[in-house]
């Protein structure tokens, strides 16, 4: 039997889909947006090839967000995200958890390892600096690709699963 792959944790803001609030009268003015409450919200076009990446080999995926579980609850939904429940984590959820939940893990955010948001996730999962993988930030004006970071993410997965292999589980 193959070991269990360690579980990955990604960002939703700026990381797979970009949020603005506009009036809820106001036109759409980001392509392919959808609303959530006062919010336009767009999906990175990289997104579902991300999720299916980080899904490959039955390895779970959970959501983090600083949004409200109802807003990614409903991105998920909306963009078909394939997030569930029971795989998002508010910040406010973040914040009152027990920690070291998932220390052979990864999180997969747009902002650095040294960001006060980023520094609380990884306190929660019990993870090191190079377990926070960065990801170009979805934000306009250009809402950068996240191509390279693609192209690398296999490697990054691959040497994850070994240093899991290599810890015993607790």
Request: net charge neutral; aromatic share 8%.
């Amino acid at each position: 039997m193959q070991p269990k792959k360690p579980p990955l944790f990604l960002d939703l803001d700026e990381t797979l889909i970009h949020a603005r609030e506009t009036p809820e009268s106001g036109p759409a003015t980001l392509k392919n947006s959808r609303r959530i409450g006062a919010y336009e919200v767009c999906v990175r076009p990289e997104a579902h090839e991300l999720l299916t990446l980080c899904r490959s080999g039955g390895r779970e995926v959970f959501l983090f967000t600083n949004a409200f579980f109802g807003f990614a609850h409903e991105a998920s939904r909306i963009f078909s995200l394939g997030f569930d429940d029971h795989s998002i984590f508010s910040f406010a959820m973040i914040l009152n958890c027990r920690r070291n939940l998932s220390p052979t893990s990864a999180l997969i955010d747009n902002l650095p390892p040294q960001a006060e948001s980023t520094q609380e996730k990884m306190h929660a999962l019990g993870i090191a600096p190079e377990q926070a993988w960065v990801i170009p930030a979805f934000e306009p004006p250009h809402f950068p690709s996240a191509k390279l970071f693609l192209l690398g993410l296999p490697l990054r997965l691959d040497r994850l699963d070994r240093l899991a292999c290599s810890h015993p589980r607790r």
